[in-house]
T-cell receptor, first 116, second 112 residues
Framework: DVKVTQSSRYLVKRTGEKVFLECVQD?????MFWYRQDPGLGLRLIYFSYDVKMKEKGDIPEGYSVSREKKERFSLILESASTNQTSMYLC???????????????FGPGTRLTVL | GEDVEQSLFLSVREGDSSVINCTYT??????LYWYKQEPGAGLQLLTY?????DMKQDQRLTVLLNKKDKHLSLRIADTQTGDSAIYFC????????????FGSGTRLLVRP
C-alpha cells in the first residue's frame, strides 16, 4: 500500500517562528511536491523536486524554502511564519514522468497550520 | 489564462446523478484528472482520461472530454452519501515542469 506521511496533522505557531513541515514517502518516487490548500482557491504549488538535492519554485514560493537531502523526504520550511501562511499544507509524490504512464500524484493527509 | 475553473458547490439527493464540470486551459495536456478529497484527508486519484479519448466509464463514474471547448465533466451515477467530498479537476502542464494545475474544487453534498 503506497504511503505518503506528514509529520503533523495540526500545528499552531506564532508569528516570526521558524516552522518545519516534514513529508516522507515509501514508494521510491523521484518527484515530490508541496501545495497549500485554501477555500475557493484549490491547490497551489509552492515548491517541487525531481531528485535529491534538486528543487524548483512553484507558483507561490515566496516566504517558503524546501530541502531534499534524501529521496524519500521533502521538507517545507517557513523561515519566519506569518498569519497569511495559515493554511492546509499537502505533500505529494509521483514517479518520474518517463516511468509513469499517467503521472498519478499520491497525497499525504495534510498538515493544518495555524499562525497566531 | 492559468486557471482551471470549477463551480464551488453541488447538492444532490441520494440516488440521483451528479455532474461536476470543469474548464481547463492547456489544449496540449495529455491527461486530465479527477481527484477526490474526503473530509480530513488528502487527495486521491479518482479517475483520469487520456486526451485522445472523448469518454471513459468506470463503474458509476463517467468522464466526458470536449477538447474543442476544453471542457471536462465527471458524472456519478446513483450518488451515495459516501460520495460527499470535494472533487478537483486537474490538467498536466506540457512544459518542462510537467506539473499539475488544479481547479478550485467542487464540494459535493449528498442529501439523504
Amino acid at each position: 500500500d503506497v504511503k505518503v506521511t506528514q509529520s503533523s496533522r495540526y500545528l499552531v505557531k506564532r508569528t516570526g517562528e521558524k516552522v518545519f513541515l516534514e513529508c516522507v514517502q515509501d514508494m521510491d518516487h523521484e518527484n515530490m511536491f508541496w501545495y497549500r490548500q485554501d477555500p475557493g482557491l484549490g491547490l497551489r504549488l509552492i515548491y517541487f523536486s525531481y531528485d535529491v538535492k534538486m528543487k524548483e519554485k512553484g507558483d507561490i514560493p515566496e516566504g517558503y524554502s524546501v530541502s531534499r537531502e534524501k529521496k524519500e523526504r521533502f521538507s517545507l520550511i517557513l523561515e519566519s511564519a506569518s498569519t497569511n501562511q495559515t493554511s492546509m499544507y499537502l505533500c505529494a509524490s509521483s514517479q518520474d514522468r518517463f516511468k509513469s504512464s499517467y503521472n498519478e500524484q499520491f497525497f499525504g493527509p495534510g498538515t493544518r497550520l495555524t499562525v497566531l | 489564462g492559468e486557471d482551471v475553473e470549477q463551480s464551488l458547490f453541488l447538492s444532490v439527493r441520494e440516488g440521483d446523478s451528479s455532474v461536476i464540470n470543469c474548464t481547463y486551459t492547456d489544449s496540449s495536456s495529455t491527461y486530465l484528472y479527477w481527484y477526490k478529497q474526503e473530509p480530513g484527508a488528502g487527495l486521491q486519484l479518482l479517475t483520469y482520461i487520456f486526451s485522445n479519448m472523448d469518454m471513459k466509464q468506470d463503474q458509476r463514474l463517467t468522464v466526458l472530454l470536449n477538447k474543442k471547448d476544453k471542457h471536462l465533466s465527471l458524472r456519478i451515477a446513483d450518488t451515495q452519501t459516501g460520495d460527499s467530498a470535494i472533487y478537483f479537476c486537474a490538467e498536466i502542464r506540457m512544459d518542462s515542469s510537467y506539473k499539475l494545475i488544479f481547479g478550485s474544487g467542487t464540494r459535493l453534498l449528498v442529501r439523504p
